[in-house]
């Protein structure tokens, strides 16, 4: 089935405002029970199909195409026309039916339908307002189009779509004219000037009507015939818009209803546009010299809020005129904003201003007009000065007036670079006149000037900058141009500045060449300002004669001297391949070339050979006309490593030092003064075959059996086969030996030493001979299992402190440690017989809890990450037998000062036979023992104590066992000290029958006081009395006997308060005294210190000292004599 639309139109249809975004498209899928069947809609020449696509979007397919769609149960969609339009479907004799969308006045039918399609069903033209067909009722799927040309690009047609599907009550907007013009304007003569004139205002109208004109309309179709449910009318302004009062509507099936819809359209038009011309003139504020900003106010009795109900806003256009109220106005603005900023005005200048109003597409009368003048501002920027006159030494300039901008031009402010190129600018003229004479400049020189212009508003901006020159004189001849560099097409050439010339003189300089010499003009090939140019496009080694000449704005110089120079000479050409001379050898061979066809125009001086094995580069032949000077001959080794071989100028070479049986590549290319040329063609030559060429290093590797297999490559054969390979095979360089020789690759060797350091070389023959030996190469056999300890032993004198351990329960083992054959030993097993232990890599162990006094059988084996080697021989020890107890500690005698202590029995049988040895220990005053005596001996007397002090002792016994434990602590206290012997006492008579007793006093002893006692012994009794007990030093005695002898001594008493013991010392010397009436003499003891002969005749300590010294000296001195005397005899 086919959908034939057969528009009367090729301009595309506008949207009525009823479904101009208020009626839902038709979805693309639609699920259906019964058969679907594919419509194919053809679009005609000028129609345009729109659709909605499945995002959303409205899709417009311009005529020709064919737009497949899916029919759900074989129906012909709904199609929606414009107003005044209606749709058939007409079926012809084949049962294709058509729709025909055409006008409803008959005449507008195409004639090129036949009479055998008649109408024979009705489609509705268009749909009212319904609630089930309104989605979004604020969405505009179709803006306004006002003529063919305006179609949003979104709109654009696209020929090729999915199959649409829609269902029984989906509509289809098919619209596919903008203008209602028929279709037969193009089969048939022009319409009636009347009915054209009336179709063309419809279309005019109806291209933008208001969206209210069908607000609120409602109609229900059945075959095209429509019938109005409900009626509303927009409300006159109620909804803040133009409103109509609507009855219900007829179906547009007849000419008579399409005129009375056109006509109330028409009111309703005209309505809204007599309410947008009642716009109120625009205020200007804000107003500047090239800026203002103008606002406006909305029209009376229209509203454009959010909620005003229209669904157009209004738009505005502002006109400005600048040639009066009456005079052209040109649109400046158009938008939807009440307020716009008009920028770029002229300043002084009158402007008048008038507002448009619009909705939608109806554009209502201009706005009232406002004027308002603009600012003055500063001046327009000047034109540049002109050069009026000039000299040697002065300039001329003029200007122009510029645009004033509203205000009086007052000053003209000139200013200028002083002749200094890219420097700052300075004044050099203000004023009010518009010239300018500036004097005492330099001639030939250029001035750069700017103009600006100032009024009582400000200061323009500055004109483009120009350059003047003074008068000069013609330049002097410049030197010849001198040659920097010459190349084979080109050269560059350099010159200096005309004397005379200052160095701010601008110079144009112009370089003539003469390039045949039979031709003697000169042609110009550059000219300009640079000191420096480089000509092109010359011949290769060919003389050329240049000339310069300098000119500035007086005139030109004379040419200057001519430079004669060549250009340099090509490369030369590539020689022949090179060829082989003579007989070719393992190590060398001669070639030969011939030279280049082409030299370059330079005589060969050398040639070049380059010998390779790869591919070579092919240089392309140089055309040149010099020639060739020398050759290169390069050659590449074997490696791909290309080297000169050969550099001058024969046309032979003989090449030495090569690989026997080895191709070489080599190719020749010749120097001369242009450089060097392209290679030749290569030639290849192989050597004769040599002996082998040097074997590589063998590889050797260790197998788990201990053995080792040597593996090697077969090396350059140079030529020829290899017939025989032979392995030396040595613990060093010096003792290697063949162990092998044939064609394998590999040999296994066996019964190495572990660990052991070997090494080998390997060297191939052929029928040429040997070859050279391969580098020496190191190998060291796998390790083993250690060796067995070759010595062990028990330390017997050992000190005892070094092993805290008894030495009766344990034994100090050493040995060497064996061999570990390449792997370092981690430890020892130690085999006592029924136990075995394992220690650690050390070469000394003690054995503890052992028996004492038994004898042990030991051995002892290494291990290692290998294993554990085999044991050592047999050893036997003894453990010592258990060291002796301490004895018993007794202290003997104690005195102050010392304590004399006693052990063990001196007569015992026991330790007879025993060497026991004590050590007796004391505790100090930091709780630590020191040993004060070691030996034999059973007694010990302690020295130099403190008295009434206790002090811990305790005794060790050692014998051959070692020594044993310590005794337990014993303490013992020393006594306290009686008070020392005082000196004999003073006896000195008194007056009477009395004397006094003087003595020392000695200080008290530890705390305690010291008492003295005083006895006296008279005539010849034999016992001394006591005559004194107390604390002084000094007694008196009276009722003496003269004639009797009297004897005295003294002793001192301590007395102790904590035992209240009294302590008395020795008694001293006495003295003796006899009384006398005339004299009283004094004499003592023969010991007495009171006789005054004693104390002369006894010395002092100094002096006995002194006469000990100096008999020690005396004897030395006679035993030095008697010395040297015998030994002189």
């Known amino acids: 089935m086919y959908v034939t639309m057969m528009m009367t139109d090729q301009i595309p249809l506008e949207l009525p405002p009823l479904l101009n975004g208020e009626v839902a498209m038709m979805p693309h899928l639609v699920n259906g029970d019964a058969a679907q069947q594919v419509i194919l809609v053809q679009v005609n020449p000028g129609e345009t199909f729109t659709i909605r696509a499945e995002d959303g979007t409205l899709q417009c397919i311009q005529g020709p195409a064919e737009v497949p769609m899916m029919s759900p149960n074989g129906s012909i969609p709904p199609i929606h026309v414009p107003p005044g339009y209606i749709s058939q479907v007409i079926e012809d004799s084949t049962g294709v039916r058509r729709v025909v969308v055409t006008p409803q006045s008959p005449e507008c039918y195409p004639p090129s339908y036949p009479s055998a399609m008649s109408p024979t069903h009705h489609l509705p033209p268009y749909l009212t307002h319904h609630p089930h067909f309104i989605h979004n009722s604020h969405t505009a799927y179709y803006p306004p189009v006002t003529g063919p040309g305006d179609m949003p690009p979104q709109f654009f047609p696209q020929h090729h779509l999915p199959h649409t599907i829609y269902g029984e009550q989906e509509i289809i907007p098919l619209y596919g004219m903008s203008s209602y013009i028929t279709r037969e304007d193009q089969y048939s003569k022009p319409p009636h000037k009347k009915l054209k004139d009336r179709q063309i205002d419809r279309q005019n109208r109806l291209n933008s009507p208001p969206s209210s004109i069908y607000k609120s309309s409602c109609t229900t179709v059945y075959n095209g015939y429509g019938k109005g449910h409900s009626g509303g009318s927009g409300g006159g302004g109620s909804g803040g818009g133009p409103g109509i009062k609507k009855t219900e509507r007829r179906a ?87 307020e716009c900023n008009l920028k770029d005005l002229r300043p002084a200048t009158d402007y008048h201003v008038r507002v448009y109003a619009m909705y939608n597409s109806v554009k209502g009368s201009c706005s009232e007009p406002v004027s308002f003048t603009t600012h003055s501002c500063a001046p327009e920027c000047p034109f540049p000065p002109k050069l009026a006159h000039r000299s040697k030494s002065s300039l001329t300039l003029q200007w122009k007036a510029p645009i004033d901008n509203g205000s009086k031009i007052t000053n003209y402010l000139l200013e200028w670079d002083e002749g200094k190129r890219n420097s700052g600018f300075r004044q050099c003229f203000f004023g009010s006149q518009k010239h300018c004479k500036l004097t005492k400049l330099c001639p030939a020189m250029g001035y750069t000037f700017r103009l600006a212009a100032r009024n009582d508003i400000g200061t323009s901006g500055y004109s483009q900058e120009v350059v003047c020159y003074t008068l000069g004189n013609i330049p002097q001849m410049p030197s010849a141009p001198r040659l920097v560099r010459a190349g084979i097409t080109w050269v560059t050439l350099q010159w200096s500045k005309p004397e005379g010339c200052s160095p701010e003189e601008v110079i144009t300089y112009t370089l003539e060449i003469q390039e045949d010499e039979n031709d003697n003009l000169f042609h110009p090939k550059y000219t300009g300002e640079d000191l420096t140019c480089t000509v092109k496009n010359l011949k290769r080694s060919t003389q050329y004669k240049f000339r310069l000449t300098a000119s500035n704005t007086e005139g030109k110089s004379c040419p200057s001297e001519v430079l004669v120079c060549t250009t340099s000479p090509d490369r030369p050409g590539p020689p022949t391949r090179p060829l082989v001379k003579g007989p070719v050898t393992s190590h060398g061979f001669s070639v030969k070339w011939d030279p280049p066809k082409d030299n370059g125009g330079s005589e060969i001086l050398k040639y070049l050979l380059e010998i390779t094995d790869g591919n070579s580069e092919d240089v392309p032949a140089s055309e040149s006309g010099c020639e060739v000077s020398e050759y290169s001959v390069e050659m590449t080794e074997p490696k791909d490593v290309a080297s000169e071989v050969y550099h001058g100028p024969e046309l032979e070479c003989t090449v030495g030092n090569l690989l026997p049986g080895t191709v070489y590549r080599f190719r020749v290319r010749a120097l001369n003064d242009g450089g060097y040329g392209p290679y030749s063609d290569v ?16 590889c050797i590797s260790c197998m788990p059996d201990g053995c080792v297999l040597v593996s090697w490559e077969s090396p350059d054969s140079s030529g020829a086969d290899i017939s025989e390979y032979r392995l030396e095979w040595g613990e060093d360089e010096e003792s290697l030996e063949f162990i092998y020789h044939g064609t394998d690759t590999r040999f ?25 030996y391969s580098e020496l190469v190191l190998c060291q056999t796998p390790a083993s299992a250690p060796d067995p300890v070759s010595t062990l032993c028990v330390l017997e004198e050992e000190p005892l402190d070094a092993y805290p351990d008894s030495p009766s ?51 002892i084996q290494a291990i290692n990450e290998i294993g554990a080697g085999p044991f050592s021989q047999f050893i036997k020890a003894k453990t010592r037998p258990l060291p002796p107890l301490p004895p018993r500690l007794e202290c003997a005698a104690a005195g102050p000062q010392s304590l004399k202590l006693k052990w063990g029995d001196s007569n015992s049988k026991t330790h007879a036979a025993d060497d026991l040895v004590y050590t007796l220990q004391l505790e100090d005053r930091n709780k630590r023992f020191i040993s004060i005596y070691r030996g034999p001996s059973h007694t010990y007397k302690v020295q130099r104590l403190t008295e009434f002090t206790c002090y811990s002792f305790r005794i060790q016994a050692a014998s051959e066992a070692g020594e044993g434990p310590f005794s337990e602590t014993y303490t013992f206290s020393t006594t306290k000290s009686v008070p020392p012997t005082i000196k004999a006492p003073r006896v000195t008579q008194l007056e009477g029958n009395s004397c006094e007793i003087l003595w020392e006093t000695v200080p008290p002893m530890k705390g305690d006081p010291v008492n003295y006692i005083l006895q006296v012994l008279v005539g010849r009794e034999s016992e001394y009395k006591q005559v004194y007990k107390g604390e002084e030093a000094t007694f008196q005695i009276s009722g003496l006997q003269t004639n009797t002898d009297y004897r005295f001594r003294v002793c001192a008493c301590r007395r102790c308060l904590d035992t209240s013991q009294e302590l008395s010392g020795a008694f001293s010397p006495s003295a003796a005294f006899v009384l006398q009436r005339s004299e009283v003499m004094l004499t003592g003891d023969m010991g007495s210190l009171d006789d005054p002969k004693m104390k002369s005749m006894m010395p002092t300590d100094e002096q006995f000292a002194a006469i000990i010294v100096l008999g020690f000296a005396t004897l030395s001195i006679l035993f030095a004599f008697i010395l040297q005397y015998f030994l002189m005899k």
């Open 252 to 338: 547009r099936s007849s000419p008579k209803s399409n005129d009375s819809d056109l006509q109330e359209y028409e009111l309703e038009v005209k309505r809204v546009q007599d309410i947008l011309s009642g716009i109120e003139k625009p205020q200007v504020s804000n107003i500047q010299a090239r800026a203002v900003v103008l606002s406006w106010a909305p029209p009376v009795g229209l509203s454009c809020g959010p909620h005003s109900g229209l669904s157009f806003p209004y738009s505005y256009e502002v006109a400005l005129s600048d040639k009066g109220r009456d005079g052209k106005y040109k649109i400046i603005y158009s938008g939807e904003e009440l």
């Open 748 to 772: 296994e060797i066996r019964d190495l030493l572990p660990a052991a350091q070997y090494c080998c070389r390997l060297q191939a023959f052929n029928q040429a001979g040997p070859g050279p």
């Open 809 to 859: 329960a344990c034994l100090v083992l050493n040995w060497e440690e064996p061999c570990n054959n390449g792997s370092e030993i981690l430890g020892y097993n130690i085999d006592l017989g029924d136990t075995s232990i394992t220690v650690g890599n050390t070469t000394t162990h003690v054995m503890k809890d052992l028996l004492p006094e038994t004898t042990y059988r030991i051995r």
């Open 683 to 698: 030639s290849e030559i192989t050597t004769a075959a040599g002996p082998p060429g040097q074997c590589k290093a063998p």
